[in-house]
């Protein structure tokens, strides 16, 4: 049938209909009974099989053929069932993985074996233009992926193993350096003989050769080409050979290598031959220059080899698509080219069997994927080719790893295995869910980790189960400090119990230490991989006192010629990228990561625990630590006197420009200190290891305690803020010292804070009684209940507590006593962190100070919203607010007139007029969030004596929130544009300092505006197109929602700014913010998510993700980029509609990514 096909021929199109008929036919006729079936797969593979001997039985003969006619006879043979089998191969007529692995056999058998002839590269290049169309459908299948890859290195291997033998002069001659690149190849050098080795017929180093294609002579039908019965003119298949006839020319030319000489017209030009890119651009060159040829690297030979191959024009085709195979089953097929430990030897049959055993690329084992030669005609894409086999690679001698280890082999290494697995899981997933605060925490994870394994496995999992545990506690993919603690104090745990009466201190006949040592060793993150940090802010301070032993600088020089020196520690080069013209509308702060100096890959882990870690203060080990890091003592008193210098510094700022000064019965407060001052001496700082910015905390924390004592013996005027105590508490945070912060509070709380407000009475002072000590008490409960989970398993935290309780009693149980928000705040915490310790059984409710009625008071703040009012006193307090926006300073506020004043909070008209011009203040403050946490402070200590206050915040912030509805707030939304976006940072900033102040409840305040702005945004939204157009602006109530969000976002990150807001929404104001690393009044609501959000907040979550999905439909692009705004700054930033689904998305991960 397919000698007819060919004889009269049938286009394959019509081909591939008669191979369906006849298939059908057959498969009727041998069918017998009632249920006749038609099994179209077993003719699939028949043809395949057909086909594929025909195709073997042309290419063969092609090459046997004595003459040239007869080869142009058998090449149209040879092109009519190669074009028949790749269109019934896309049509599905044959199967194509029966026929793949056809044509696989017939590569190995001519090209592998060489069963047929010898081959040459014009016989291989004829072949891969035929095979790389049924390439692609190789990688499907595992085996033929394999298969493939392997007869592709094997011919790789074999064509390069008869290059270095039949042109080892060329060889020594390039390597030597003494081949001649200019030569340019005669028309007699270039027609190849099939007489003569394809390696001598081209020059061997035109690196630049195409292979062009010839234009189909539309002249010159073939006659050969018609059907019998049709017209010349009008036959399709005459018209479709016509067409072809120019391809059809090249298979004999690349057959016979002869080229037809044809007669040249008058007016054309003899054929040029292809010169090389290489002597095009040499040709400008003077002669005695040299040219550039192909480098020689003695440790890599075969590479060298490959790349002169690939440099002449008889291999550089047959090696590109050869590679491209090779490059294409790793792509696609990874697995296939795994190595596996099956081996079968070449003298077995059959031969497909000896390519399945080891992996492809063990005949490539001398060079990597990234050496092999190949060209895809752009560097770009060339280089990154590079790059991804790379990668794989490495992927796949990993894997290969694993499975010469055994991991995944017989069923009774993967029992072992699942049960290793299963152990790894349920220590991971023990850890990750373990509740810390729960009672006897410790206990129940070191039971279930260590005491749950067998004891036939125990001196292997002990140990496994350990390292398990530390890497946990280290990794990036988890959080909290506290889980250090807790692993330290399962392994304290371990140590002590001695499970299976081993020695002590030695788990499985390995002691602790070395398997410390052993896990610092191979796997902790090294310098450079992506979880390793290492950073040292050194843009101020000196190099001079730094350790001798770590060169971190460069010398460069200037552009006058002067020696420039140039510190380099752990900073990354800048680059200067070009200036663009769109931004992204919304930007992710990124994290403050922290380094510590000498942490560099040449320092051997022992010698930087060394240097490091405080340790015990033995003469032998302080002396060794000296001698590594210093060498000798006056290196040492240099460094040190560098150390105590920064402590200096700052203990001079907190003593001079972060206190409170006495002149009289007056006390006067201001800022004298920048953020800029701060940041400047934290990073001097950071200059040292871990070891010594410990002992500078120390210092500083002395220093601050000495500061407050000289106040008490009235040796000094001047008395430390509640700032100057935060940047302390942040010095402790920066060397994660946090018990070291717990024995500073306890300090401070017990030996100082008692006695302040005594001092300050005698000083007749007008500041409002317990203030002070109630700030102090502020930050203490900030970062206690920051890092509550620590804290809970403090030794001493009960004490700690009953401190705090006593600094707060007076203002708890005193009738008339003044209060204020700090101290509010302060109790509320208090009370939470009492009632922590008597759940997780630290201690009885018996030992405790203070009881559930002292703390009642506390947490009255308002049930429902109000209502406003339709009364407005615009003058109401706003000679204080004045103060703030003029700027000026409400942190000391006179206590007489703070009595004579506060009657007149008992007017409803008036905390209504209080509210309306506190957030009309606030709204003027832009982005200055020091002067907005003093406006929310002035506000507590009133809300504090009128605790129904709370119901006129939730009113107006719900108000501001659905600005088209006023709820009763008329008078607010008067005076305070909601549409103007620049604002919006103002107003929830604002109102989120009230809620760290407990000036209203949070939980209550979302319910409120969950029930409200929610609501309407979504009817809004899923209205009908006619209600729609109702409206006068169809995003109206969208700018109020913003700050719903900013809010909502702001209050459960507890951050001012979680995300950024381009200029275009927030205006151009820069932030102003002394303590830029964070903010005690904000962290402090952390007490708010642990104890009094649980009920509210995972419905608010599933709102926001309602209403995020409604507004899917108008979102373009999530990443909203903008043009950067240019010219004056303009009066007001307006809303666009595009913000809100933007916001909301962001607003819905941060707090999902919080809770």
């Known amino acids: 049938m397919f000698n007819d096909l060919y004889y009269y021929r049938i ?6 209909w008669v191979m369906k008929l006849a298939a059908n036919i057959a498969g009727n006729n041998n069918s017998r009974g009632k249920n006749k079936s038609f099994n179209g797969e077993k003719f699939a593979v028949e043809y395949a099989h057909i086909l594929s001997r025909e195709v073997r039985q042309v290419f063969v003969s092609l090459f046997q053929l004595p003459s040239l006619d007869e080869c142009e006879e058998t090449s149209e043979r040879w092109y009519y069932f190669t074009q028949l089998s790749r269109d019934a191969f896309d049509d599905g007529v044959i199967d194509r993985q029966e026929y793949v692995n056809e044509l696989c056999n017939i590569f190995t058998d001519v090209f592998l074996q060489r069963k047929e002839f010898e081959d040459t590269k014009y016989q291989i290049q004829l072949w891969m233009q035929y095979f790389h169309h049924f390439a692609p459908s190789a990688t499907q299948n595992i085996v033929l992926a394999r298969r493939v890859a392997t007869m592709a290195c094997q011919k790789i291997d074999m064509l390069k193993d008869e290059f270095e033998e039949d042109e080892a002069e060329l060889l020594d001659e390039i390597r030597n350096g003494t081949y001649d690149y200019s030569y340019v190849p005669s028309r007699d050098d270039e027609a190849p003989s099939t007489s003569k080795s394809p390696s001598q017929t081209h020059e061997p180093m035109d690196l630049s050769r195409e292979i062009k294609k010839e234009e189909p002579d539309q002249e010159s039908p073939m006659t050969s080409g018609t059907t019998p019965g049709k017209a010349d003119g009008g036959s399709v298949n005459d018209v479709v050979m016509r067409e072809e006839t120019a391809e059809r020319k090249n298979v004999v030319e690349i057959v016979t290598g002869k080229v037809k000489e044809e007669p040249l017209d008058d007016d054309e030009e003899p054929p040029k031959l292809p010169v090389s890119e290489e002597a095009k651009k040499d040709d400008g060159k003077k002669d005695g220059e040299k040219k550039k040829g192909i480098p020689y690297d003695p440790e890599r030979p075969d590479k060298f080899i490959l790349d002169v191959m690939f440099a002449t024009s008889d291999y550089r085709d047959v090696l590109n698509a050869l590679v491209s195979l090779i490059f294409m089953c790793i792509g696609e097929q990874p697995g296939a080219i795994v190595w596996n430990k099956f081996y079968v030897g070449f003298n077995r049959a059959p031969y497909m069997l000896t390519q399945l055993g080891g992996s492809p690329l063990d005949y490539l084992d001398n060079y990597s994927l990234a050496d092999l030669p190949f060209d895809f005609g752009n560097a770009d894409a060339n280089e990154n080719v590079r790059e991804l086999m790379r990668n794989h690679e490495s992927d ?28 790894c899981i349920d220590v991971v997933g023990h850890l990750d ?9 410790v206990k129940r994870t070191f039971e279930r980790i260590f005491m749950s394994i067998n004891e036939a496995r ?6 496994s189960r350990i390292r398990l545990c530390l890497t946990w506690a280290i990794t990036v993919q988890r959080d909290g400090q506290w889980r250090g603690w807790l692993v330290a104090k399962v392994l304290k745990l371990l140590l002590d119990t001695r499970p299976h009466d081993e020695k002590h201190g030695y788990f499985g006949g390995n002691h602790l230490n070395l398997i410390l040592i052993d896990f610092i060793n191979h796997d902790l993150p090294k310098s450079g991989e992506e979880n390793y940090y290492k950073e040292a802010d050194t843009s101020a301070g000196s190099d001079e006192n730094r350790p001798h032993e770590v060169d971190n600088t460069k010398m460069e020089v200037d552009g006058e010629g002067n020696a420039v020196k140039i510190e380099v520690i752990g900073l990354k080069e800048l680059e200067l990228e070009p200036k663009k013209s769109l931004i992204p509308f919304i930007t992710i702060p990124d994290e403050t990561k922290d380094g510590f100096r000498l942490l560099d890959e040449d320092i051997p882990p022992l010698t930087q625990l060394i240097i490091q870690l405080p340790i015990p203060a033995d003469k032998t080990m302080m002396d060794k630590r000296t001698l590594i890091l210093y060498r000798n003592a006056r290196t040492k008193k240099d460094y040190v006197a560098a150390a105590k210098k920064v402590a200096t510094d700052i203990i001079d700022i907190m003593r001079d420009k972060m206190s409170y000064r006495w002149k009289g019965n007056d006390v006067a407060f201001s800022r004298r200190v920048t ?13 040292h290891t871990l070891f010594d910015r410990q002992q500078i905390a120390n210092w500083v924390a002395d220093g601050f305690s000495n500061s407050i004592g000289l106040f008490l013996e009235n040796k000094r005027s001047q008395l430390p803020t509640f700032e100057a105590l935060d940047f302390v508490c942040t010095l402790y945070e920066q060397t994660n010292n946090i018990h070291g912060f717990f024995e500073f509070a306890e300090l401070i709380l017990s030996k100082r804070l008692p006695h302040i407000e005594t ?16 700030q102090y008490t502020y930050v203490f409960c900030s970062y206690l209940v920051k890092h509550l989970q620590y804290f809970v398993h403090y030794e001493r935290a009960p004490k700690v507590v009953d401190l705090l309780y006593l600094a707060l009693e007076q203002s708890l149980k005193a009738v008339d006593y003044p209060r204020n928000g700090f101290g509010r705040a302060a109790a509320a ?13 630290v201690v009885e409710s018996t030992d405790m100070l203070g009881g ?14 109000s209502e406003g009012s339709s009364k407005y006193n615009r003058h109401f307090m706003m000679d204080n607010f004045q103060l703030l926006i003029a700027p000026a300073s409400l942190r000391i506020y006179d206590y007489h007139d703070f009595k004579k004043r506060l009657p007149s909070f008992a007017d409803p008209i008036n905390r209504y007029s209080f509210v309306v011009n506190a957030f009309v203040a606030a709204s003027k403050l832009q982005r200055d969030f020091d002067r907005l946490n003093d406006l929310a402070s002035f506000c507590s200590h009133w809300t504090a004596h009128h605790p129904e206050m709370a119901n006129d915040w939730m009113g107006a912030m719900k108000a501001l929130c659905n600005a088209k509805s006023n709820y009763g707030f008329k008078h607010l939304l008067e005076q305070v544009e909601v549409s103007d976006c620049s604002i919006h940072y103002s107003l929830s900033t604002f109102a989120s300092l009230l809620a760290s102040k407990y000036a209203f409840s949070v939980p209550q305040m979302i319910c409120e505006i969950s029930n409200s702005t929610f609501a309407n945004v979504l009817k809004k939204e899923t209205a009908k197109a006619s209600s729609r157009n109702s409206y006068k602006n169809d995003y109206e109530s969208e700018p109020s929602a913003c700050i719903a969000l900013l809010f909502l976002t702001q209050v459960c990150c507890a951050s001012d700014d979680p995300f950024i807001l381009s200029d275009h929404f927030r205006g151009r104001a820069p932030t102003k913010k002394l303590l830029e690393w964070g903010s005690t009044d904000l962290n402090i609501l952390a007490i708010v998510h642990w104890c009094e959000m649980n009920d509210v907040v995972w419905k608010m979550i599933v709102r926001l993700g309602i209403m995020n999905d409604t507004l899917q439909s108008r979102v373009r692009d999530h990443n909203l980029q903008l043009e950067v705004p240019e010219g004056e700054e303009p009066s007001r930033r307006d809303y666009k509609k595009e913000y809100l689904p933007v916001i909301l998305r962001q607003v819905l991960i941060s707090i999902t990514e919080q809770v």
């Open 458 to 463: 125990y001196a292997h999992e002990v140990v």
């Open 675 to 687: 953020p800029e001052v701060l940041k400047e001496l934290l990073q001097r700082m950071r200059l």
């Open 433 to 441: 869910y373990v509740d810390v605060l729960a009672p006897g925490t």
């Open 829 to 841: 915490a208090v009370y939470h962190l009492r009632d922590q310790l008597i759940e997780s059984e």
């Open 11 to 16: 286009e394959s199109q019509r081909a591939i």
């Open 852 to 865: 559930d009625k002292e703390f009642a008071h506390i947490f009255d703040q308002g049930t429902v919203a």
């Open 759 to 774: 001092a300050i009475r005698h000083c007749n002072s007008i500041i409002i009684p317990g203030l002070v000590s109630a």
């Open 396 to 423: 796949l001698s990993l894997r290969s790893e694993l499975v010469q280890h055994q991991w995944v082999l017989t069923s009774q290494t993967q029992r072992a295995h699942a049960k290793l697995i299963d152990g």
